[in-house]
């Protein structure tokens, strides 16, 4: 099946700094790609989707100058979470989903952000 | 807009069966989805529904009726491993984003 990776899984930071997470899809081209946030307990919110070449298209109320996402190739999108502050701590996920078949979603592991 | 409900949570016991249910509302509607999520994990796909009725696939069942805009996901033969989070969820109105539900959080005791 196809599969998402994502880097890195965990990642602790200072208040005030950025922290890069990568996405990639392994073995298909994902012209489109989707980063979701959640937190505890609750559900995935889709915080904006990045579109390879082009600029990324962000939901009502997340910040496009905090969360800069780039989709440079059909394989890698980034999520850079600038002066990451202690309520952007969050479990961080990317997505993404074959042109063909049902239009599942594949996601990546991932990433716990932890800002101090 | 789109609105899905689902349970918080639920309880059964190993070996028994479990039904999750899921009302969706949507102005368009592009078929259900249902994914598996362990505490700490990223999701994983279990199912989808586009038309009414039952799809079977080994333990797991996903049940749909457009009409009335349910769905439920059956679990048979219970294990401890199933206890997770599941994930109803469909695509907006055009089908090009996913929007989740909460989640039903079952756990699953010996």
């Known amino acids: 099946g196809a599969v998402v990776s994502q880097h890195p899984s965990r990642v602790i930071c200072k208040s005030g700094t950025s922290v890069k997470i990568e996405c990639r899809s392994l073995?298909?081209?994902?012209?489109?790609m989707f980063w979701y946030r959640q937190f505890p307990k609750q559900s995935l919110m889709l915080m904006a989707t990045s579109n390879e070449g082009s600029k990324a298209t962000y939901e009502q109320g997340v910040e496009k100058d905090k969360f800069l996402i780039n989709h440079a190739s059909l394989t890698l999108s980034t999520l850079t979470v600038t002066s990451a502050h202690p309520e952007d701590s969050s479990f961080y996920i990317c997505s993404a989903r074959r042109q063909e078949g049902t239009g599942e979603l594949f996601f990546g592991e991932g990433s716990r952000l932890t800002v101090l | 807009g789109q609105n899905i409900d689902q349970p918080t949570e639920m309880t059964a016991t190993e070996g028994a069966i479990v039904q999750i249910n899921c009302t969706y509302q949507t102005s368009g509607f592009n078929g259900l989805f249902w994914y598996q999520q362990h505490a700490g994990e990223a999701p994983t796909f279990l199912s989808y529904?586009?038309?009414?009725g039952l799809e079977e696939k080994g333990r797991f069942s996903s049940f749909l009726s457009r009409s009335k805009g349910y769905s439920y996901l059956l679990l048979k033969e219970l294990q401890m491993k199933d206890s997770a989070s599941y994930l109803c969820a469909v695509p907006n109105t055009g089908g090009f984003k996913t929007i989740f539900g909460a989640g039903t959080r079952l756990f699953v005791k010996a």
């Open positions: 073995d298909f081209q994902a012209t489109t």
């Open positions: 529904n586009v038309l009414d």
